[in-house]
């Protein structure tokens, strides 16, 4: 069974400040994905970034970079330069071994960006 | 990334009712599609995966008599809640997972924008 947890229910940060959103996962799969996605007021989920856990450099993605330490099992990650925008829900998943698996989600975590 | 859209955006009906939700990936063939279910402030419950072609998996607790999936071709899923029920009323979500194939590396699920579902 794979397990994500996100133990930050919600985080301010002011705009133009970098950000770290937490995430931890358990599975027992070798090979395994780890997703971010953002969901703002609107609900739509906006995949952010992917990382392999056989990749060997940490994702990044504009802004966005994922902090992958495998022996920790965590996956956060870091929003630089914040903006107004960042405002939402974002929400740290998985999917173990390819073929039909399915993405197990975390709790998630709200975001609040001021000026 | 891949666009998958979703219709109705949001739908009020009648108790005893039936509605059915559309979800289509618009610039990529998906084979595989997943349904979710979102309640306030709270995460994304996985419903069932939909595979073209033929039956739809459930995940454990989910009535399929119920909540009918069908994913006739490789650009279309749809989701019938039938004899709606207030307790139904929630957020549906699908996604489309872009295949492996097509040379997109990550397996990444692409979400369609939801549906919110009330039912009086």
């Known amino acids: 069974a794979q397990k994500i947890t996100q133990t930050q229910p919600g985080m301010f940060v002011q705009e133009k400040e970098a950000v770290t959103l937490d995430c931890t996962y358990d599975t027992s799969d070798p090979s395994y994905g780890l997703f971010w996605y953002k969901q703002p007021s609107s609900g739509e989920m906006i995949f952010l970034i992917y990382?392999?856990?056989?990749?060997?450099q940490n994702a990044t993605e504009g802004r966005y970079s994922l902090n992958f330490q495998k022996a920790r099992k965590s996956a956060n990650l870091v929003i630089s330069a914040s903006q107004l925008g960042d405002s939402a829900m974002y929400f740290c998943a998985m999917r173990g071994v390819t073929g039909y698996s399915t993405l197990t989600f975390g709790k998630g975590t709200m975001l609040l960006v001021s000026p | 990334g891949a666009v998958v859209s979703q219709h109705p955006s949001w739908v009020i009906c009648k108790s005893g009712t039936s509605v059915k939700i559309e979800c289509r990936s618009l610039d990529f063939q998906a084979t595989t599609m997943f349904w979710y279910r979102q309640f306030p402030k709270q995460s994304l419950m996985l419903m069932a995966t939909s595979n073209e072609g033929s039956k739809a998996t459930y995940e454990q607790g989910v009535e399929k008599d119920k909540f009918l999936i069908n994913h006739a071709s490789l650009t279309l899923s749809t989701l019938t809640v039938t004899s709606a029920h207030p307790e139904d009323s929630s957020f549906y979500i699908c996604s489309a997972r872009e295949p492996l194939n097509s040379g997109a590396y990550t397996d990444t699920q692409y979400f369609g924008p939801g549906t919110r579902l009330t039912v009086l």
């Open positions: 990382q392999g856990s056989y990749d060997q």
